[in-house]
């Protein structure tokens, strides 16, 4: 499959914009959306797909024609495997630890996808966005979810 296209990464961009739009709204549509004052679990959902839709055509039609370059698509499989990887932490570490070991586990996975990460700075990272994740959603928002829960 070494087909070469004449595609702007705008392009590209704009186009998963509009597929994730589009996937994020019929799911949302999946729950009650309800309306602006009385709004159902889909209502945000539904609002933030169409949102993406709209932000992914905008892209597409302001892209340069002169940015276009050969682009030889090869996918990138430890970025894949990290980020389902960091997913998967989420799940699982969230379903037996709690917030604090899902969130750090997830995002160091994820960030040990980029190439360019060094170790370090992705245990930084998980740390931050652990600290950052427990005070908005531990204690700010009150998440049902526990901070720690081993079993």
């Known amino acids: 499959m070494n087909r ?5 990464r705008d392009q590209i961009g704009g186009v998963l914009l509009i597929l994730l739009g589009v996937g994020v709204t019929v799911g949302g549509f999946s729950f009650h959306v309800g309306t602006l004052s009385e709004m159902g679990s889909g209502f945000i959902p539904v609002v ?3 949102l993406m839709v709209l932000i992914g055509g905008a892209i597409i ?3 340069k024609k ?3 370059e050969e682009i030889r698509i090869q996918p990138q499989w430890r970025g894949w495997f990290c980020i389902l990887g960091g997913v998967a932490a989420f799940v ?3 379903t037996y630890g709690g917030l604090i070991p899902a969130t750090f586990a997830s995002v160091l996975i994820a960030a040990l996808g980029d190439k360019q990460n ?3 700075d992705c245990l930084i990272l998980a740390v931050l966005v ?3 994740g427990v005070v908005v ?3 700010g928002l009150g998440l049902q979810m526990p901070l720690l829960a081993w079993g």
């Open 61 to 63: 039609a302001t892209e």
């Open 92 to 94: 699982l570490f969230g």
């Open 66 to 68: 002169e940015e276009r």
């Open 130 to 132: 652990t600290v950052f």
């Open 118 to 120: 060094r170790l370090r």
């Open 48 to 50: 933030l797909g169409v």
């Open 4 to 8: 070469a296209w004449r595609v702007s």
């Open 137 to 139: 959603f531990g204690y």
